[in-house]
Structures are given as C-alpha cells and as structure tokens.
C-alpha cells in the first residue's frame, strides 16, 4: 500500500508540474498535430486515408511525441534538483518509475486523443468498430512511457541524451508500434479479431516491460 501511496505522491506532482510548466505537452501535442497536418499533404489524401498507413504514421508521430514527453519531464527533475531527493526515500526509485510511467500515460491519451481526432476528421478516415479503437489506442498508449522512461534514465547523466534517447528508444519500441498500427488498422477496417488480438499483445507487452523498467531503473539510478 504504502508503495502505490508513493507512486500516487509522484503521479500527482507530475501532473502538478504539467499544469504550471505546460511546454512538455504543449510541444507533444503541437508535434503530433503538425505530423498530422503534414501527413495528410505530402503524402496526399487517397494514400493518408488508407487502413494501414495511417495508423502507422500515427503511431510513429506518438511515439515521438512520448520521447519529448519523457525527456521534458526528467529535465524537470535535473533543473530543480528534485531528482536525488525523491531517489533517496525508501522505495523512491520504484515509485519514480511508476509514477513517471502512469502520469506520462495520463499525457500521453490526451495527446492520442488530439491527434486521433485530428486524424479521423483531416483524412475522413471509415471507422468500423470505434470501441476495438478506443481499446487498441489505451493499450498502445499504456505500452510506450515504460519503454522511453527506461532508456531515458540510462541516458540520463550523459550530455547527448537528447539524441541517444531517440536511437535507444526507436528500435525497442518496433514491436509495440507494430502491434498498435496493426491493431488500429484491423479496428479501422472492420475486423474485430484481429483488433482484439493485437490489443492482448500490447497488454502483453506493457506488463512486461513495466516489470523490466522495476528491475531497471533502481540500479540505473545509482
């Protein structure tokens, strides 16, 4: 108990931080909205509107949008020297990674959610099975902040983090983005198995790597 009442302690300063510093999702959201916009002209609109590239470019924008995110908000932690302090209370690093993961969740579905919305109106997308979308879009949302705040912390000290967090995170957020495009383009285009199915393995794939990112980051910390 007296471990969730710590990652609540977190969540909530996190939040509190959001609302009175708002350019981590401010810059999240305006990055996902431009891709959006920009998706929707370059590649034009009979290729955007298809079943499978959107949901792909859509994905792919969010987890970018994660990364700044994530980054914005450890950069929080360095400039006000809160860091150290909240690492050094019992069970602090663990409550620093739950906390970290559930308030970037809590972000990151209001990013989703201009971005998807943005998405179905500019590129007149069909919907089939909105509620199978609604999942798979939860679930892909809840698999990405355990990734990124791992490879965050582990580039945390270095100077360059701002370009290794990108090349750190990418490759092992492949499975999960695949998982969440092909599961929005299953919903989008009718089919309900498929969605389900590929909504499982990202529930898979967020209790996975939020227990490796329990085992990670207390020892990357020190």
């Known amino acids: 108990m007296m471990e969730l009442d710590r990652i609540g302690l977190v969540v909530g300063r996190e939040l509190r931080a959001e609302r009175r510093q708002p350019d981590g999702i401010v810059a999240a959201v305006t990055f996902i909205t431009v891709l959006v916009l920009l998706e929707s002209l370059i590649v034009g609109p009979a290729v955007a509107r298809d079943a499978d590239?959107?949901?792909a470019l859509f994905w792919l924008a969010l987890a970018f949008a994660t990364i700044?995110?994530?980054m914005r908000s450890f950069d929080r932690e360095l400039e006000d020297d809160a860091l150290e302090g909240l690492v050094a209370?019992?069970?602090g690093r663990d409550a620093l990674f739950g906390g970290k993961v559930v308030a970037l969740s809590i972000v990151l579905a209001l990013v989703a959610a201009v971005g998807g919305i943005l998405s179905l109106v500019l590129l007149d997308l069909p919907l089939a099975l909105p509620f199978h979308l609604v999942l798979v879009v939860v679930l892909g949302v809840i698999?990405?902040?355990p990734v990124v705040v791992v490879n965050v912390v582990l580039a945390l000290r270095l100077r360059a983090r701002a370009a290794l967090v990108p090349i750190l995170a990418l490759p092992v957020l492949v499975p999960q983005l695949v998982a969440a495009s092909?599961?929005?383009s299953a919903a989008i285009s009718g089919d309900a198995?498929?969605?389900?199915s590929w909504a499982g393995l990202l529930f898979a794939f967020a209790v996975v790597y939020s227990v490796l990112g329990l085992?990670?980051?207390p020892a990357a910390i020190d």
């Open 53 to 55: 590239v959107a949901p």
């Open 68 to 70: 700044l995110a994530t």
């Open 89 to 91: 209370l019992p069970g």
């Open 143 to 145: 698999a990405l902040p």
């Open 182 to 184: 092909r599961g929005a």
């Open 193 to 196: 198995v498929g969605a389900l």
């Open 215 to 217: 085992t990670i980051v």
